[in-house]
């Protein structure tokens, strides 16, 4: 649960320099920074996961 915060927050705070950066509404581009790294993130764990339930490497 840290882990998943702590990247949270990092999409964010990146969001918002963006913002800030080209002059747009900050939360709206943190906002959006957020949504596009979380929907990265989470087909990301899911492959992982899967690889490897296939590769039975559950213990690396």
């Known amino acids: 649960m840290a882990s998943i915060a702590a990247t ?3 999409f964010l705070a990146i969001g918002l320099l963006k913002g800030r950066v080209l002059g747009e509404g900050m939360l709206r ?11 990265a993130a989470v087909p ?3 492959v992982g ?3 490897r339930q296939v590769a039975d490497v559950s213990g690396l």
């Open 29 to 39: 581009s943190g906002a959006e920074t957020l949504a596009v790294g979380g929907g």
């Open 49 to 51: 996961t899967l690889i």
């Open 44 to 46: 990301a764990y899911l």
């Open 8 to 10: 949270a927050a990092a």
